[in-house]
């Protein structure tokens, strides 16, 4: 099909006939690193894909933004998957992303280098950049001891830090019918197995019913057969606010202790990679490791920030960043 143009020219008026381009969505991706920022030099391997699995683009491209003019259909084929990878970093990707001609496709990726590390602040500077979140390490402890806590794993568990301060960060966006579940919290267990991928504390036991409630309003899943990967818990309950990196929060309500008045239970936080872990296998991007070990903090790092750039909310930002 083809539409009609009228173009003067000197001495004659001509009509041309110009085809008429099938529908293009724009998706702009940008390539961060484990600092947040822009990465600023380099070139990357960008791999799209349509719904359908077909390859709609494969190049390489410099660091940061590349803008792509992509095929609308209008239909499921429009749910497009992006992979990044280039030599020096691990792999980045998402899935789903819609096309739209209503709108631009913003992409937003992390890409860690090889070798990076932990880049913690320091005691002082997450009190001042970051107050609730120290608030909430010091729980039950003077400042003193938050401070000797906090130090004593960035020196020999700087892996359980990093989990700590994940899931601290993560569950100071989680917003139930009442207070975060920070607000909940009475004590961390700092000795009782604090993990690369978890921790223990207690929690005021009225956190249970909000967090019922918060399932009730379809902001949490009750996971069936908790005991199965929880022993001796009686509940848990994972948020599917994100495709990834979700908080889930396991309780047992048998192990009681009472903080200052108040009635507590057991609570267990950690985040799993992914609310579906089938729906997302064609990303590519997650290691073998995944189902033989811990859960990577690093990993949790990356797939929390990237999920929280594509739904729009305030940047998933823990008072650490991962650098050379």
Known sequence: ????????????????????????ATMVITLYDGTRQQIQKGDFLIRIF???????????????????????????????RVLVSADGFSGSGFTPI???LKAVSMVDLMLIPHGADFKFQSWADVKVSDP???????????????????????????KALASLLNLATAME???????????????IL?????????????????????????????????EPNTGLFHPDATSSFKQIQFGEANVQLTFHEKDTKKIDGVDCIKIEP??????DLGAHALLEVIPNAITHGLTEPKLVYVLRWIAGRHAGVPEFAPPYMIAL
Request: hydrophobic share 35%.
């Open 1 to 24: 099909m083809a539409k009609s143009k009228t173009r003067k020219q000197p001495g004659a008026t001509v009509t041309l006939k110009e085809p008429v381009l099938p529908g293009k």
């Open 50 to 80: 349509d719904g359908f699995q077909n390859q709609l683009f494969a190049d390489d491209r410099p660091a940061p933004t590349t803008v792509f003019k992509l095929p609308f259909k209008d239909n499921l084929q429009d749910n497009c």
């Open 98 to 100: 819609p096309l739209s």
């Open 132 to 158: 609730v979140i120290s608030t909430f390490l010091s729980i039950g402890s003077t400042d003193a001891q938050a401070r000797a806590h906090y130090d004593d794993l960035r020196q020999a568990k700087p």
């Open 173 to 187: 966006a989680i917003q139930l019918p009442s207070k975060t579940p920070l607000d909940y919290f009475k004590e």
């Open 190 to 222: 700092w000795d009782e197995s604090m993990a690369q991928d978890r921790f223990f504390g207690y929690a005021d036991r009225s956190i249970v019913e909000q967090v019922r409630r918060a399932a009730a309003d379809g902001e949490f899943s009750p």
């Open 270 to 275: 950690d985040i799993d990679y992914f609310q």
